[in-house]
């Protein structure tokens, strides 16, 4: 191929999207709606509203503070993307638009509550927009569906004519950062926050404690964070900063300060909370780790009370995350007088020792006035019905949590850190398998679930690409009728609610070029870029058993910077199964065909290219790999298009060299594998 060729070839990585490869929905359909969560009720119009430079936002009935900023933000972010300037303040001239007016009909609680109101009534017709809500998080919620609306027309920026009345399904909509293993600076919070905003999240559990890393300052225990931060911690003053801006935006902030175990950090500065003899260095693997709080001592409840007097009086949510999972009672099977105590109080074994601390922390956490949540083996026979039970297990716990009385969240299917497809996290719900068979009763207990941002393999550079845009079908998951499962829809409607985060400052887009330019020191990066579209991260945890990594592994190398799904390689396998099944028309044919040559053809561009860098060197015999595969699909399309079935041996020893193509190569997974077996199969017939 000439440089053009290429060039031309390179397009379709950006174009493929649009090409026949998407299924056609009739326009101004409810489904077809470019929003993410979908609306509860949908009722289209005709025509559109004009977003233009005339364009003003009017507060009446109840001006809350929150409404106010809100409106302020929504009009930086229509601008942002418009590239139209607007007014914060209605213009007094006569001939200006007070176009969309807000009507609120009263306050919301001073602290963000469970069960709060969020519904909202949006109706747009083609000369104004009205949107109206009993409280302002309704509002809120109503601006960003209005965002997310906007689109370009032949006008200029419009949004369809179309009423919609909304709530959501279920009132526990998270997202879980853990800032523990990597810390995750407020900068990165808070764009975070700005993104759950927008696709109608409301909880962000904050996961601020962890073996690796303890990191809130308390002024009662200052050692906490002197020893046992590595330097990275949230100020109190941070805290509440993150707080604020929060609630601004509907969301509420839920701690977690992970007990008896994953306490490694704690133990630092203060050893004698442990079950151990010490002394307890900050550990720089993951994993489950002997590490524990001593849980027969008095003076560990003493501790415990006076942190979570301190802790409570910052976080100002009802509810409060202790964790409670994965202990491993090494430490305490090791201890004499441990297993003393538990002779003496008839306890059998290292969960009854784990559910009788968990019991007195319960009651210092009420003390405080304050709701306990904890992961699943914070359940027990007696645990009290208001503890909110957070299932990391699945939905069989979480059924079971139902049926005992408690509260329930899911998270379990939600573990954006394991790099599954975003149709993988879509497709489980709070309320199927074992959920579905609970009582109108039980059911009302699942409050919902969070996404689960574990930080073993992310550092702020790469955060967002993990978190965004999968998350966004997380959240439709949560507010949307149970029934919306249409997975080509959400994957049509994720790729244009990724591009519209944009806007909102998150980096999902723009830190997988930025870093594999760093990693190629060439301004010409394109070949490298090619093989980044096909290969993926490893899924759940096969990471770990590829290549060793603490806490202070470098995350910059391809498998950190490439997003957890191939979309080019997701789109490329629609294709194959449509010429495998005969359905495919004669422009798709040509382009699997151009799309193949590229991949065959990319591995000579590369090669002389990656020697250049050690963090790239490893990427060789990857690149060939890739480009072997495609010259065997290649000859598969060939066979296909004249009628030419391959002998079963030559099908056989392709099928062996695309079975030890799949097998990771530095630390990544070719994607094409899957497509190319399908074109092989199919020229054996």
């Not at 009290?384 to 998270?411: F, M, T, Y």
């Not at 574990?454 to 959240?475: C, F, G, L, Q």
């Not at 010409?524 to 592994?553: C, F, H, M, W």
Request: charged residues 20%; proline residues 6%.
């Amino acid at each position: 191929m000439t440089p053009r060729e290429f060039h031309s070839a390179s397009l379709l990585l950006v174009v493929f999207a649009a090409s026949v490869l998407s299924p056609s929905v009739p326009a101004q359909q409810p489904s077809s709606l470019d929003v993410m969560p979908l609306p509860a009720h949908v009722t289209q119009g005709e025509g559109q509203f004009i977003v233009d430079g005339s364009f003003s936002v009017t507060v009446n009935d109840y001006p809350d503070a929150r409404v106010v900023l809100a409106k302020r933000r929504f009009l930086d972010t229509l601008s942002r993307e418009t590239g139209i300037p607007f007014a914060s303040e209605s213009p007094a001239s006569p001939a200006a638009k007070a176009a969309f007016v807000i009507r609120t009909a009263g306050p919301s609680e001073s602290v963000q509550q469970l069960g709060e109101d969020e519904s909202y009534h949006l109706t747009i017709s083609p000369t104004n927009v009205e949107l109206t809500a009993q409280n302002p998080l309704g509002v809120l919620h109503g601006l960003q569906t209005f965002l997310q609306l906007v689109h370009i027309s032949p006008q200029g920026f419009a949004v369809p004519v179309v009423a919609i009345d909304d709530q959501p399904r279920f009132p526990w909509r998270g997202l879980m950062i853990d800032a523990g293993r990597h810390f995750m600076p407020v900068t990165v919070i808070e764009r975070n926050l700005d993104g759950m905003e927008a696709v109608k999240l409301n909880v962000m559990h904050w996961h601020l404690s962890d073996d690796q890393g303890f990191r809130v300052e308390s002024k009662h225990f200052p050692l906490l964070q002197e020893k046992g931060s590595g330097g990275r911690y949230y100020t109190q003053q941070q805290i509440r900063e993150v707080i604020d801006y929060a609630r601004d935006r509907g969301i509420r902030v839920v701690p977690e300060f992970d007990m008896p175990c994953h306490t490694s950090s704690w133990l630092v500065g203060y050893p004698e909370l442990a079950s151990g003899a010490g002394p307890y260095p900050l550990p720089t693997k993951w994993g489950v780790l002997d590490p524990a709080m001593d849980p027969t001592r008095e003076t560990t409840y003493k501790f415990l009370d006076n942190f979570l007097g301190e802790m409570t009086a910052l976080f100002p949510d009802v509810y409060f995350h202790i964790g409670g999972d994965e202990c491993d009672g090494k430490e305490w099977d090791a201890n004499p007088r441990i297993q003393a105590f538990m002779r003496e109080h008839n306890m059998k074994d290292d969960a009854a020792l784990q559910s009788y601390f968990t019991g007195r922390v319960q009651k210092l956490v009420a003390s405080h006035h304050k709701i306990m949540m904890g992961w699943d083996e914070v359940l027990q026979a007696d645990t009290p019905r208001d503890v909110v039970i957070h299932s990391w297990r699945g939905e069989k716990a979480l059924a079971a949590a139902a049926r005992q009385g408690n509260r329930v969240l899911l998270s379990n299917g939600y573990y954006i850190d394991l790099n599954q497809p975003a149709s993988e996290h879509y497709l489980v719900d709070p309320l199927s398998g074992d959920g579905a068979s609970l009582t109108a009763e039980q059911k009302s207990l699942v409050l919902g679930g969070e996404a689960a941002m574990w930080s073993e393999y992310v550092t702020e550079e790469n955060v967002d690409s993990r978190i965004w845009p999968r998350t966004a079908a997380i959240a439709e998951r949560f507010w949307s009728p149970q029934d919306v499962r249409d997975v080509e829809s959400m994957y049509r409607r994720l790729a244009i609610v990724s591009q519209k985060l944009d806007h909102y400052g998150l980096q999902h887009n723009s830190s997988t070029p930025m870093m594999i330019g760093r990693m190629s020191g060439s301004a010409d990066a394109e070949a490298l870029k090619v093989l980044a579209s096909v290969v993926q991260p490893p899924q759940g945890y096969a990471r770990e058993e590829l290549r060793e990594y603490n806490t202070l592994s470098p995350l910059n190398r391809l498998v950190d910077a490439i997003p957890p799904e191939s979309q080019t390689a997701r789109k490329f396998n629609q294709l194959a199964t449509l010429i495998a099944d005969g359905k495919a028309s004669s422009q798709q044919w040509k382009d699997a065909q151009n799309w193949l040559v590229l991949w065959r053809d990319n591995d000579a561009k590369l090669q002389p290219q990656l020697q250049a860098s050690e963090l790239t060197a490893e990427l060789g015999p990857l690149s060939q790999s890739v480009s072997q595969v495609a010259a065997i699909g290649l000859q598969a399309l060939d066979d296909l298009k004249n009628h030419h079935a391959e002998s079963a041996d030559q099908i056989a020893r392709n099928l062996q060299l695309l079975s030890a193509a799949e097998k990771p190569g530095a630390v990544l997974v070719d994607k094409l594998v899957p497509s190319i077996e399908l074109l092989v199969k199919a020229s054996g017939k």
